[in-house]
């Protein structure tokens, strides 16, 4: 018999999908169009909403401004209802326009800092239209060649910057930082790593908090570590969920090192990251950040989301009393060995059986295949209108 535990945070957890991913989207060599691609936001929603239909498990949808810029937000929130899903994160963009050239927030002209940050302070009134609670954002900020801009004087306009976009915030809004190793900046990015988003996060409050890109890591990274440290200091919000086998490949997560996204989960459970209440301050929010170029669209998300679960279910199975015997007794194979036995279970029938128990198919895949979506999309929209990637 499954533990009750398991099943409870099974059925409770929420994996957020990123609008841009049901677009035409790819990599800087080329971009390959599908046919039946949504042609605006509200067509994004709808797609996302068959994900959510399918798996149970990602009842909210990202959004990119302005990728995903209307007239009227509070009528796409309205339309997102309508679908069966809610509009989640609201992520800023300062990196498509060519003022962004020397940076946004950290850029030597204060035109196009001012620029930048009013750029923000539009997206917290995009979330007080939608209800959003989180704010991300990503900076593509950095220098190229040693001398190019005063590397201190950037990390104080970053600073100022985030400072007045915090102020404005709500009572119940967040502000979630993203860090990145490096790209489009190669010398010196202003914010590569977890600790430069812990240190300017720590220091504007308890609503601002890290966002952890599994993808923008150097190689052989420890991720799970930065996740333990960070929940032990009450700073980890929100996970960005892909793969990468090189850089910032943005490909279906647990698809380059399933093992990882395992050891990762472990963490969250070990750190308390799935007791936290839904919708509350200290959240983790569990979010994909993937663009699929070669893959369907809707499908590579419903099994990005299967990988997630998957993953959660193995992490959820770890003998903890067990593990923490072994480490007591310094026994390291015995340790290592309870952490294995999780991760090699075959956790797919359970998942299986809790998507039946919920009146849903077992089999997310198959049933979006047999339902005729994807060929009635085709039908439907004429024409796709080409979206951009996420950070």
Same mark, same amino acid.
């Given at each position: 018999m499954t533990d009750p535990r398991v099943t409870e945070v099974l059925n409770s957890q929420h994996i957020e999908l990123p609008s841009w991913a049901f677009g035409n989207s790819g990599t800087r060599f080329k971009v390959?169009?599908? *046919?039946g691609v949504p042609r605006d936001p509200y067509e994004k929603i709808a797609d996302a909403a068959q994900v959510h239909k399918y798996t149970g498990a990602a009842p909210t949808v990202a959004l990119h401004i302005p990728w995903d810029k209307v007239s009227d937000y509070a009528d796409l929130a309205r339309h997102a209802k309508d679908q069966g899903v809610a509009i989640g994160t609201i992520n800023?963009?300062?990196?498509q326009d060519d003022d962004y050239m020397l940076g946004s927030v950290t850029n030597p002209d204060p035109r196009v800092r001012r620029k930048a940050t009013d750029h923000l302070l539009e997206c917290v009134d995009v979330m007080d239209a939608t209800g959003s609670r989180d704010l991300k954002l990503w900076f593509s900020d950095g220098i190229n060649y040693p001398g190019q801009d005063d590397i201190r004087a950037r990390q104080d306009r970053l600073a100022e910057a985030l400072a007045e976009v915090y102020a404005r915030l709500g009572d119940h809004q967040r502000m979630l930082l993203e860090y990145k190793l490096f790209e489009p900046a190669f010398y010196a990015t202003d914010v590569p790593d977890w600790g430069t988003a812990y240190a300017? #996060? &720590?220091?504007?409050?308890?609503r601002a908090v890290v966002c952890v890109d599994t993808g923008h890591h150097a190689p052989s990274t420890n991720i799970e570590f930065i996740v333990a440290f960070l929940l032990r200091a009450n700073k980890l919000g929100a996970f960005d969920f892909n793969s990468r086998f090189y850089a910032d490949d943005d490909l279906m997560v647990g698809a380059a090192d399933p093992f990882q996204l395992f050891r990762i989960l472990f963490e969250v459970l070990r750190g308390g990251g799935f007791d936290r209440d839904p919708g509350a301050l200290d959240e983790i929010a569990f979010m994909l950040d993937q663009c699929h170029n070669i893959e369907p669209k809707i499908p590579g998300q419903i099994r990005s989301v299967m990988n997630v679960q998957e993953a959660t279910a193995k992490a959820l199975l770890v003998d903890r009393d067990a593990l923490a015997a072994a480490q007591a007794e310094g026994d390291v194979l015995g /340790?290592?060995?309870?952490? @294995? $036995? /999780?991760?090699? #279970? $075959?956790? +797919?029938? @359970?998942? *299986?059986? &809790? +998507? /039946?128990?919920?009146g849903r198919d077992p089999d997310p895949m *198959? *049933?979006?295949k047999r339902s005729g979506y994807a060929e009635q999309i085709v039908t439907d929209r004429v024409g796709g209108q080409q979206a951009g990637w996420g950070a």
């Open positions: 390959f169009a599908q *046919a800023s963009n300062v990196f300017h #996060t &720590l220091a504007l409050g308890e /340790a290592n060995a309870v952490f @294995m $036995d /999780a991760y090699n #279970t $075959d956790v +797919r029938p @359970m998942l *299986a059986e &809790l +998507r /039946a128990a919920k *198959a *049933a979006y």
